[in-house]
């Protein structure tokens, strides 16, 4: 359901840290999650058979 967000996430990093929003470690911290949630739910959206 909110699969865009993942994506998104990753290319506006950058300009979260250039712009002061975001330290660097508290970036990799998200990234981290971010990727985490991904591979977590990833295998799960694959053993269910319903399609979106």
Same mark, same amino acid.
């Given at each position: %359901?909110? +699969?865009?967000?993942?994506?998104?996430? @990753?290319?506006?990093?950058?300009?979260?840290?250039? =712009?002061? %929003?975001? +330290? @660097?470690?508290?970036? @990799?911290?998200?990234? +981290?999650?971010?990727?985490?949630?991904?591979?977590?739910?990833?295998?799960?959206?694959?053993? =269910?058979?319903?399609?979106?």
């Amino acid at each position: %359901m909110h +699969t865009l967000g993942r994506f998104i996430f @990753a290319p506006l990093l950058p300009y979260f840290i250039n =712009d002061g %929003m975001l +330290t @660097a470690q508290q970036g @990799a911290q998200l990234a +981290t999650l971010n990727y985490a949630g991904y591979m977590v739910g990833e295998p799960e959206k694959l053993g =269910d058979s319903h399609p979106m």
